[in-house]
């Protein structure tokens, strides 16, 4: 499969933990993109990385999150002391530059749950 | 600020019942609205790119469209299997590039 994948599926957490996500793109794309998604809503966006260069965080995106993408291939979402509200799905999409038709691949997701 | 809404929130067909979905957006500066398709527990799945008003995108049973207010996204004679999350997306001048700003969906369900 030479889709975006992402791991792990699902995690559940207490409150407080940390957790991280792995996010291992389209292998020819250098653009990375992690999303967060809610329950009904669409997806928002957080981060976004060029090669390995973190180009643009959300104001979503508080200290207490943090995103690497240290050879400019695979990617990884900490969250550090979670809480509930950030119960959601966290997506990772890619796409190759020189394609600027708005066409990202998303992964399955991460699905975050904290108790 | 840029907005988008969807509507209808939820819409349920019989099979072969052709309806459209709306996408309303208030921006400044669209620089592209996409449609993406997402079925249940997984990632959304691009479908269309639209720049310009006046523009129209075909794919099997659906077609996009696009004024300078609103988006369509037509279905004709929609199958069972086109039953999922249709989300709408903009990238404008205050977004910058590389940020897409996705609506909330609407939910199909297409009955046999």
């Known amino acids: 499969d030479t889709g975006v994948s992402q791991d792990p599926r699902h995690k559940i957490t207490k409150r407080g933990q940390n957790v991280t996500f792995r996010c291992d793109p389209i292998?020819?794309?250098?653009?990375l993109y992690w999303y967060r998604q809610t329950l009904g809503q669409g997806p928002e966006f957080l981060t976004y990385?060029?090669?390995?260069?973190?180009?643009?965080k959300s104001r979503l995106l508080s200290d207490r999150f943090s995103a690497e993408r240290p050879k400019g291939s695979f990617s990884t979402l900490e969250i550090q002391r979670t809480e509930q509200g950030d119960s959601a799905m966290y997506l990772c999409a890619s796409s190759q530059t020189g394609t600027n038709t708005g066409e990202l691949f998303f992964g399955e997701g991460s699905r975050l749950t904290v108790l | 600020e840029d907005q988008v809404t969807q509507s209808p929130e939820a819409l349920r067909l019989q099979e072969g019942e052709s309806s459209s979905l709306n996408c309303s957006y208030t921006?400044?500066?669209?620089?592209?609205l996409f449609w993406y398709r997402q079925d249940p527990g997984k990632g959304p799945e691009f479908l269309f790119t639209?720049?310009?008003a006046g523009e129209e995108k075909e794919k099997e049973r659906l077609k996009a469209t696009l004024t300078k207010k609103e988006s369509f996204l037509h279905i004709t004679a929609p199958k069972p299997e086109d039953s999922a999350t249709y989300l709408c997306a903009v990238r404008t001048a205050n977004t910058g590039f590389q940020k897409l700003v996705f609506g909330t969906g609407t939910r199909l369900l297409v009955s046999p």
């Open positions: 292998s020819e794309h250098n653009r």
């Open positions: 990385f060029q090669n390995e260069a973190q180009l643009e």
């Open positions: 921006v400044s500066g669209l620089r592209g």
């Open positions: 639209l720049y310009s």
